[in-house]
């Protein structure tokens, strides 16, 4: 079983920036690749970015492309998200997601299998 805690969650400015972690549960995390969801209030969940288990190889959705960052640290067992410039479309909850299986970067919901429970961004203007 795999638990995921998202946090670094809360209120920024436009043009701030805010790091996100998730901290995961479970022997064999540094097989997990890792991806990042945000669901904006009314809209439905959309994918932000992803990782391999390795970290070698990374992906992110056209809204964040040269604003955000992921990274993970295996031997802390989190993933990080930096993310900068931000903007008041960023405001969303922010969930974190694991596969147990596969080393590439995953971009749809189904192809995980864990999931947190999210931390709330709020970008105001």
């Known amino acids: 079983q795999v638990q995921l805690v998202e946090s670094g969650g809360g209120l920024v400015q436009a043009g701030g920036s805010l790091r996100l972690s998730c901290a995961a549960s479970?022997?064999?995390?540094?097989?997990?690749?890792t991806g990042w969801f945000r669901q904006a209030p009314g809209k439905e969940r959309m994918f932000v970015a992803a990782?391999?288990?390795?970290?070698?190889?990374?992906y992110y959705g056209d809204s964040v492309k040269g604003r955000f960052t992921i990274s993970r640290d295996n031997a802390k067992k989190t993933v990080y998200l930096q993310m900068n410039s931000l903007k008041p479309e960023d405001t969303a909850v922010y969930y974190c997601?694991?596969?147990?299986?596969?080393?590439?970067?995953?971009?749809?919901?189904?192809?995980?299998?864990?999931w947190g429970q999210g931390t709330q961004v709020t970008v105001s203007s």
């Open positions: 997601a694991a596969r147990t299986y596969g080393d590439n970067w995953y971009a749809q919901q189904y192809e995980y299998n864990y």
């Open positions: 479970g022997r064999t995390f540094s097989s997990y690749a």
């Open positions: 990782i391999s288990w390795s970290g070698s190889s990374t």
